[in-house]
């Protein structure tokens, strides 16, 4: 079996199924009155979503910190990593991926 991701007008479903037909099928079964735009082969046994990307962070909400961080630099990437590690005192890594995470999400 392999996992399968099929995309509706309103739905994201993951489904394991033995082949594209059969992952048609469960999407047909479940939503018949939806047409299917996308169907992808997951090329791993697993669907991951991250926290991160979708926003979700500790209870510190480094994303409202992000998010005035790329306020004050007005949009520059670099100046709001550099802004975001001073008011957080994390390392240049984390503050990257709080400031590229919350640029891809429209801060």
């Known amino acids: 079996m392999a996992l399968f991701e099929i995309e509706t ?3 994201i479903m993951i489904a394991w199924a ?3 037909e ?3 099928e469960i999407a047909r079964t479940h939503y018949p009155e939806e047409q299917i735009l996308r ?3 997951r090329p791993r046994d697993v669907w991951v979503i991250s926290k991160a990307h979708l926003g979700i ?3 510190a909400t ?3 910190t ?3 961080c790329l306020s004050k630099a007005k949009g520059d990437k670099v100046h709001a990593i550099r802004l975001y590690m001073r008011e957080t005192g ?3 890594h984390e503050a990257q991926r709080a400031v590229e995470t919350n640029m891809s999400l429209g801060w």
């Open 57 to 59: 962070q500790s209870a």
């Open 18 to 20: 033995d082949d594209r």
């Open 22 to 24: 059969g992952a048609e």
């Open 9 to 11: 007008h309103a739905h």
């Open 90 to 92: 994390s390392d240049l």
């Open 39 to 41: 169907l992808t082969k």
């Open 66 to 68: 992000a998010r005035e």
């Open 62 to 64: 480094p994303c409202d």
